[in-house]
């Protein structure tokens, strides 16, 4: 944790020059420096979430900009936090495309003066000018996102994705995407390596541009989205470490974020963390960071949790026999794994495809340096004529299982 807790959830987190981290919480937009946190402003909408976009342009330095679609936009310059000059009225999702910001209202997308981000309305005729675009759909949705990209803007509502090419008011143009997946918030769109991630209420979407969004790659986690409370979305947020993606979501009755979906692309896995209660998540350029609903500021890193070990399982898929109707039963099994001083590692077997009610302890592994090599023995009792069977490893701290295999007799149909 950084510093000490801020007494309400989290509404926002930005960095300031890729290293500066700040929260708001309970209406103070607060900078963390030194182990603590100061806040530089205070008076502000206790409710509504913030977006966070670097600015230098006219200004005499790198400026971090601020909004929240209720308060005047805001701007820190390294120093203090004051009202953005000329900015929108209820401007909200603030980012930085082409040394322009942009915002929205409403329907509208508004650019400001080209590196001039304190003037959105004069207008002299040329293509320096600010601009204002009205982006309509016939479902009367406003946007709720908005993505800067590589020559585009991606913008966002509840349940369509649109594209804005050029930057000036000239060449300036959007085109649709689709019209059956959107974003369920502005903090629900992360990407990372060139493509685009978006949590949308019936899943999780993955986006590279020329083709619709899919989510055939988040099936492994459908439930989890089939199962969001669907009166708690506004809570949902994603985010990056620069190699793995989370996303923080509500499951069933649960009125906060309570589950992370945690993908590796480079495996094409996932893992999913319960009882964790992230809003807000951002990088900076060494760190990654999580604004918690207990008003927590947390950081990624390290074996435990703010000094605690970490509790942890992990399921197998259901095994089968090669004929998925014949019957098997597992003899033995072989487990190489560290595990460390002050860690534990026990196993279990489940004849079940599915559930959590008939998992059977198969035996555990004590700590030892370096790498061992374990070998389990099932009686019949264990691991009875089934099937399917599955194999569960849970414990407590760090480890590290680098192999699995079993012994498994296939027995013949009857």
């Not at 803007?153 to 930057?167: A, D, R, Y």
């Not at 059956?180 to 978006?198: D, F, Q, R």
Request: charged residues 15%; negative net charge; contains cysteine.
């Amino acid at each position: 944790m950084l510093g000490s807790s801020f007494s309400f959830p989290v509404k926002g987190l930005g960095v300031w020059k890729n290293n500066e981290l700040h929260a708001v919480s309970n209406g103070a937009w607060n900078r963390y420096s030194g182990g603590t946190w100061s806040s530089l402003a205070s008076g502000l909408n206790t409710a509504a979430e913030w977006s966070f976009a670097n600015f230098d342009g006219s200004f005499p330095g790198i400026n971090l900009i601020g909004a929240n679609g209720v308060d005047p936009i805001k701007v820190y310059d390294g120093a203090t936090v004051a009202n953005l000059a000329g900015a929108p009225a209820n401007g909200n999702y603030i980012i930085n495309y082409m040394n322009r910001a942009f915002c929205a209202v409403g329907n509208l997308l508004q650019a400001s003066e080209l590196n001039i981000a304190t003037n959105w309305t004069t207008i002299v005729g040329n293509d320096v000018d600010p601009y204002t675009i009205s982006v309509d759909t016939t479902d009367g949705e406003t946007i709720n996102a908005l993505k800067p990209g590589i020559g585009h803007v991606t913008i966002f509502k509840p349940n369509s994705m649109h594209e804005l090419f050029g930057s000036d008011p000239s060449n300036v143009r959007i085109e649709p995407i689709t019209f059956e997946v959107g974003a369920i918030n502005n903090k629900s769109v992360i990407t990372l390596n060139g493509t685009m991630y978006i949590m949308h209420r019936t899943g999780i979407y993955r986006y590279g541009g020329g083709t619709k969004p899919s989510r055939d790659f988040s099936q492994p986690v459908q439930w989890y989205m089939d199962n969001l409370n669907q009166t708690a979305i506004s809570k949902c947020c994603a985010g990056t470490d620069g190699q793995k993606l989370y996303f923080s979501i509500p499951v069933s009755s649960s009125t906060t974020t309570d589950t992370v979906l945690v993908y590796d692309p480079e495996f094409d896995a996932w893992s999913v963390w319960n009882d964790f209660t992230a809003l807000h998540m951002v990088q900076t350029a060494s760190t990654f960071h999580f604004g918690m609903n207990d008003g927590k500021v947390i950081q990624l890193g390290g074996t435990t949790d703010n000094g605690a070990a970490i509790t942890w399982e992990r399921i197998s898929k259901p095994f089968s026999a090669e004929q998925m109707s014949r019957k098997i039963r597992w003899t033995r099994m072989w487990l190489v794994a560290d595990v460390p001083a002050g860690s534990t590692l026990n196993v279990y077997v489940s004849p079940s495809a599915t559930g959590n009610s008939d998992w059977v302890s198969a035996g555990s592994i004590a700590p030892q340096t370096g790498v061992q090599s374990a070998r389990i023995i099932f009686t019949p009792q264990q691991t009875a004529q089934s099937n399917y069977m599955r194999v569960k490893f849970s414990g407590t701290g760090p480890v590290t299982v680098r192999e699995w295999d079993r012994d498994e007799i296939d027995f013949p149909i009857v």
